[in-house]
């Protein structure tokens, strides 16, 4: 009976992590470029579900290609895709 008590607090919170690490977390963000101005608003797929986060994780992706990140503007769900779909256009999910 110890043991299993035992193994059961151990692998409880284990199980925890493995469901939080699953959940799919988004951002919608502004990001510019310079010579000439650029604009966009976006929304990417993040690995956590705050904003210092994905201002971390976003950052260096919008680097890559130039981009320089102005703001996280939130973070959420996939309930919040498809109200940000249209107006993120060809940013939705792209970096």
Known sequence: MTRLTLVAVLLIP???LGTAADAQCYA?????RDKPLRL???VAQ???CNKKAARAELAPRLAQQKWKLLNVISTFGPEGLKERKSSAGEYFLRF
Do not use: F, I, R
Not at 28 to 32: G, L, S, V
């Open 14 to 16: 284990l199980l925890a």
């Open 28 to 32: 919608d963000y502004k990001a510019k």
């Open 40 to 42: 966009h608003y976006g």
């Open 46 to 48: 993040v690995s956590a």
